[in-house]
Antibody, heavy 118, light 109 residues
Framework: QVQLVQSGAEVKKPGASVKVSCKAS????????ISWVRQAPGQGLEWMGW????????DYAQKLQGRVTMTTDTSTNTAYMELRSLRSDDTAVYYC???????????WGQGTLVTVSS | EIVLTQSPGTLSLSPGERATLSCRAS???????LAWYQQKPGQAPRLLIY???SRATGIPDRFSGSGSGTDFTLTISRLEPEDFAVYYC??????????FGQGTKVEIK
């Protein structure tokens, strides 16, 4: 069965970086793109960006340009999201999700809580 | 960037009632590339509907989606206890960014 398993919770200080992993299993990793979505406490869903399965290209939300990098390691079927220069308003649960050809995100990771606090 | 506005913010209904949720886009959503998700507290979102009206695998037929262009609707024909949750629409046009609406909470009246 398809599974996306994310790394554990992180606590970071303002200005630091965080790298969240998302290990995929149960499907051909190279056949689907991976998107990242975050959710601040008590708030809605925010699309952060994605990495294409087709050519490895990335697209990021404009507000995160320059601070976020998304990568994949096809040898371990793992996607990564690194966010730099962390601020308190980056505190959120970060999700990875599998893009589908039919549209939408059909499988999601369990979420990783990143807390930014001095 | 396409902005999605969901209404109402909160819907208070009883089990067995019909729920109608709206999602309006600031510009036309190409090829009806619109999805609906359900999210319960402490859980990841779950894909319900894609391409505006197609149910995802395993989704009960009491969930239906409709609409095109800038106006879309998610209907739950008869609310079951497990349907009380927050619902988000998302547009995923031919190129990013793929934005979400702010959500509609369906709560027990």
């Amino acid at each position: 069965q398809v599974q996306l398993v994310q790394s554990g919770a992180e606590v970071k200080k303002p200005g630091a970086s965080v790298k969240v992993s998302c290990k995929a299993s149960g499907y051909t990793f190279s056949s689907h793109g991976i998107s990242w979505v975050r959710q601040a406490p008590g708030q809605g869903l925010e699309w952060m960006g994605w990495i294409s399965d087709y050519n490895g290209n990335t697209d990021y939300a404009q507000k995160l340009q320059g601070r976020v990098t998304m990568t994949t390691d096809t040898s371990t079927n793992t996607a990564y999201m690194e966010l730099r220069s962390l601020r308190s308003d980056d505190t959120a649960v970060y999700y990875c999700a599998r893009n589908t050809r039919m549209g939408g995100f059909d499988f999601w990771g369990q979420g990783t809580l990143v807390t930014v606090s001095s | 960037e396409i902005v999605l506005t969901q209404s109402p913010g909160t819907l208070s209904l009883s089990p067995g009632e019909r729920a109608t949720l709206s999602c309006r886009a600031s510009q036309s959503v190409s090829s009806s590339y619109l999805a609906w998700y359900q999210q319960k507290p402490g859980q990841a979102p779950r894909l319900l509907i894609y391409a505006a009206s197609s149910r995802a695998t395993g989704i009960p037929d009491r969930f239906s989606g409709s609409g095109s262009g800038t106006d879309f609707t998610l209907t739950i024909s008869r609310l079951e206890p497990e349907d009380f949750a927050v619902y988000y629409c998302q547009q995923y046009g031919s190129s990013p960014p793929w934005t979400f609406g702010q959500g509609t909470k369906v709560e027990i009246k």
